[in-house]
């Protein structure tokens, strides 16, 4: 049966990310035909695909986490005001200093690496757990309670570095953001992790299946026995912790962190992937993968309208297309006259 | 008697909220030389008159429990487009202002066509209407362009005296005159009354016969109204057009909105409580700015805490009174939905 074929595949959540994701790397392969040329350097390997995939690293991890608070209902649009937090506490942990030891010029960091880390990621899950306190604990609106945070996020950030950038100095921390083990980017090791591990928790324990339980009817869920509250506040505190990470990376890789601009409007990137991934705003079902593949899209719109030779200006003008475009695409109004004309069925709603 | 019967949980957010102006502005005078004077008190006004209006129209689209992101990129837009036509090709003043506030409206309407028929989340369209707008700003100019007609330095310059010393702006007279409008179409007008039903309840609004689609795009047209005429506003204030202009308009709106006693679930908030709202926070910016001494960034922090304040107040108050239920009821609202038959539905 083709027709039933065609029709499963359409109706597969991560069959509009995908065809996106393709038609956005079709034409950049279109005006660069080495976009898909990887090549080994140094024993690294280089090319548009592994910088993509690179840049798009911080993005992917901030997005997995807030794909977790929105398929509960809610949102967290202070990731971003996390992610200045975050940053300006490692960089202020680590600053470095240049010191002369046995002769040599050699930087050395403020206190121990692991420590900064610790640091960082310790600051960034307060953040979260003050979030889910607002949420799960007082019962907030997700988005009232995480604009509090957006909003003081960026003061308190900017009280860290006092209103400074402050710039690393320290070698070792630039593996994060521009380290390479076994040739791959380290930051892709990273997301791989982070990956694997929310996987093994949604699909082979009941994770998966109690969150969209939250998602779908909060008040059922509480009542067939599901913790709905701490679910809901861990995943902040998740959610915290992966723009954390995101910090790291992004701190590691411009080698500075500044209060004001570190990961700006980097909540809307990232409901942006969510929301392209196939996951609805409006809680429940979840597509962990299309939010990766969301993620990447944005990443490839960027390379695409940078190397198509299109002014930078007009990113944002190209990125607001895409985002009416695709969601007029994924919008049911538009699915069901379509599917209506393609099938002459009736859809059963 | 009667004044304290009308004190219930939808007035009380806005009553704290005025008494907390009053508070903050007292603490500024008794601190503070000559903060206590007509005049600092009529210059919140003149410096946020674009928030005020902003605010309004967002506060109307808080209360059919949607969101407009765009504020604040199209009020930029506004400015950068009126800097174009006027410096580049020395359009007149009255042809420039009347074609900019369509072309908000214009934004609106667009933005609520595809919320209201294509059934998307207001969350995400208007925050495409938000990079659509500030990239059109860039395609202009990535420069800041001043405005040098004479006709915009007159309106800036021109004061309205109250007595001796203190005196208004333009700017400022247009918002108050816009907060009279948008009041007067809030509480007195068919459309006010939908407004604040779609918020109740969007399915019993559409049940009980009222035009739910037509005016939900009415109140995404309005905002891209008032995120215009704030922008004309803010090209009297600044007398420039720049695509930096009003970044992060769009979380003063609605921490203003919120501090003033709107909820952002939708259907109960007051336009009088808005204007209140951005007067804290101007009042806020003030004080710092008297102190000398303590950094920009104290502002944020003061907003930020003043939100979660006001926001855990509500929680107390909105289910008027019973403590303990009000703790859960984030929890228990879908209950009421899922009883109307849509709660218990997957998203797809």
Redesign the interface.
Known sequence: MKPDTFRNLIRN?LFWPCVTLTLLCAVNFYFNRGFFDIEIKDGHLYGSVIDILNRAAPLMLIAMGMTLVIATRG?DISVGATVAIAGAVAAAMIGGSLVIKDGVQTYVSNVPMPLAIAGALGVALLCGLWNGL??AG????P???T??????????A??ITE?QIVTVYYEPFFFFGNGFLFGIPFSLYIVAVVLIILLLLIHRTALGLFIEAV??????S?FSGIQ??TLVFSVYAFCAVTAGIAALIITSNVKSAD?NNAGLLME?DA??AV?LGGT??????FHMIGTLIGALIIQTLTYAIYSLGVPP?????????V??GV??IQ????REILAKHAFRTREVA | MNLLARINARTLPLIVTSLLFVALFAFGSVSYDSFFSAQVFLNLFIDNAFVIVVAIGMTFVILTGGIDLSVGSIVALTTMVTAALVEQHHWSIWAVIPLVLLMGCAFGVMMGVLIQYFELQPFIVTLGGMFLARGLCYVISIDSISITDPSYAAVSEYRIMFGEEAFLSISAVIALVTLAIGIFLAQYTRFGRTVYAIGGNERSAILMGLPVARTKILVYTLSGFCSALGGVLVTFYMLSGYGLHALGLEMDAIASAVIGGTLLTGGVGYLAGTLVGVLILGVIQSLIAFDGSLSSWWTRIAIGVLLCLFCLMQRFFEHGGSKLSALFSYWNKPEEEGSAGSGAQPAR
């Open positions: 959540p949102i607002l949420v007082a019962g907030m609106q988005i009232v309670a604009l509090i945070l957006m909003v003081a996020g960026r003061g308190i900017q009280l209103g998602g779908v009817n909060p008040v059922a509480r709905a509250r209060a809307l409901i942006l929301a609805s705003l409006a809680g429940g079902r200006e007009i990113n944002m003008v190209v990125k607001a297309l985002v009416f969601c007029v919008s049911p109004a538009l």
